[in-house]
């Protein structure tokens, strides 16, 4: 067992142990000292996570932002519907405010740019049960970190590229989320945007290089844009958002690919794994800030007994959930993957689902006057 797995595996025990007691004594509001298992706890946390502190005084903030965090985490898991846990995680030294400020990108005030076609499709078509993007060989790329850089609607809007470019031309590529904060005109690098800013900068741009060509950076430092440069590897026709309609989406994903949406990740901040499933009131579905790419769905088997001790079923129960490709790095969430339950609008969804038109580049024929 590598290091990193034995902290996990310790940090979860421990922590199972303490959520609970921490959860009763927040709620008393108890101000007790610390137990010493839970500094043990929140130690290797840091040492799992490389975090270090300027100074003792800020030390014991993050221990009281920790420790608070570990009570919601508890209280997220007893109100929680769907199967979801909540737990320590890569942000739980981090207030709700600084993960926000950190992860989120700003609000749509308005609708997507006018001009761009809405799309429709037919509500009564046939869809299947599941659908798994990630099964096809050379069509989902792999989970990527965006560090301080709030482009997730950049990273969202790559994704989307490429999945939708590996199941047209049967080519796998890596496009450059570089390229899309460095000559984006629309949105604000580093400092977050939309992912119809993305698709407005390949469109203006004729494309997109390689990851391979013009690597992301991570830093939050603007960059001149090197567009020029590099040999294009991808191109998109237009883009369009699909109805607000969980069934339309599913449908459209399973005949067309992978599609971004942009959802309120508030609940992300504590997710291990599992499907979330929440009440508007814990995850408001209209203030969305987090865009990720929705790779498939499929449902979750549950059995509920008839009673205590019974060896009998009463009824078994399915969970639909939604499956969507994170920018947080593989050690968050199910390897950067997560699940949102299908069929209510969990987390806003359904608010702006948007996807590219990838194809070649139409070749244009030079025009003359007639004689």
């Given at each position: 067992m590598t290091r990193t797995a034995h902290l996990c595996c310790l940090l979860a025990l421990l922590v199972a142990g303490l959520a609970q007691g921490i959860g009763s004594s927040l709620r008393a509001?108890?101000?007790?000292?610390?137990?010493?298992?839970?500094?043990?706890?929140?130690?290797?946390?840091?040492?799992?996570?490389?975090?270090?502190?300027?100074?003792?005084?800020?030390?014991?903030?993050?221990?009281?932002?920790?420790?608070?965090?570990?009570?919601?985490a508890q209280r997220l898991q007893e109100e929680g519907l769907g199967t979801a846990e909540f737990g320590v995680t890569p942000f739980s030294d981090l207030t709700e405010e600084e993960f926000g400020q950190l992860y989120g990108h700003r609000r749509a005030t308005g609708g997507i740019p006018v001009g761009r076609k809405v799309g429709?499709?037919?509500?009564?078509?046939?869809?299947?049960?599941?659908?798994?993007?990630?099964k096809a060989a050379g069509i989902i790329s792999s989970i990527k970190d965006q560090k301080n850089c709030k482009c997730c609607w950049a990273m969202a809007a790559a994704g989307n590229i490429e999945s939708l470019w590996g199941i047209k031309h049967h080519q796998s590529v890596e496009v450059s989320v570089q390229e899309l904060l460095d000559c984006d005109r629309c949105g604000d690098g580093c400092s977050g945007g939309f992912v119809w800013d993305a698709f407005i900068t390949v469109l203006n741009n004729s494309g997109l290089a390689s990851e391979k060509d013009y690597p992301f950076r991570g830093d939050t430092k603007t960059h001149r844009c090197q567009a020029r440069k590099y040999k294009k590897v991808a191109w998109i026709q237009d883009f369009l958002m699909l109805p607000d309609n969980e069934q339309i989406m599913a449908h459209h994903l399973a005949t067309h690919g992978p599609i971004t949406v942009t959802i309120n990740m508030k609940l992300l901040q504590q997710y291990q794994k599992g499907v979330i499933r929440a009440k508007p009131s814990t995850c408001d579905p209209r203030q969305v800030n987090h865009s990720v790419l929705l790779v498939g769905f499929g449902r979750t088997k549950s059995v509920e007994w008839a009673e205590t001790g019974s060896s009998q079923p009463q009824?078994?129960?399915?969970?639909?959930?939604?499956?969507?490709?994170?920018?947080?790095?593989?050690?968050?969430?199910?390897?950067?993957?997560?699940?949102?339950h299908r069929g209510s609008n969990t987390c806003g969804i359904t608010k702006y689902p948007l996807t590219a038109r990838v194809d070649l580049p139409v070749k244009k024929h030079p025009v003359s006057c007639p004689p």
């Open positions: 509001q108890d101000p007790g000292t610390r137990p010493l298992e839970l500094k043990e706890v929140f130690r290797l946390f840091q040492i799992q996570f490389n975090r270090s502190y300027s100074n003792p005084a800020e030390q014991a903030r993050r221990l009281d932002i920790f420790t608070h965090n570990l009570a919601q429709s499709e037919n509500q009564g078509a046939s869809t299947p049960a599941t659908c798994d993007w990630r009824s078994r129960r399915f969970t639909s959930y939604w499956i969507l490709k994170n920018s947080w790095g593989a050690d968050w969430g199910e390897v950067g993957y997560f699940r949102l």
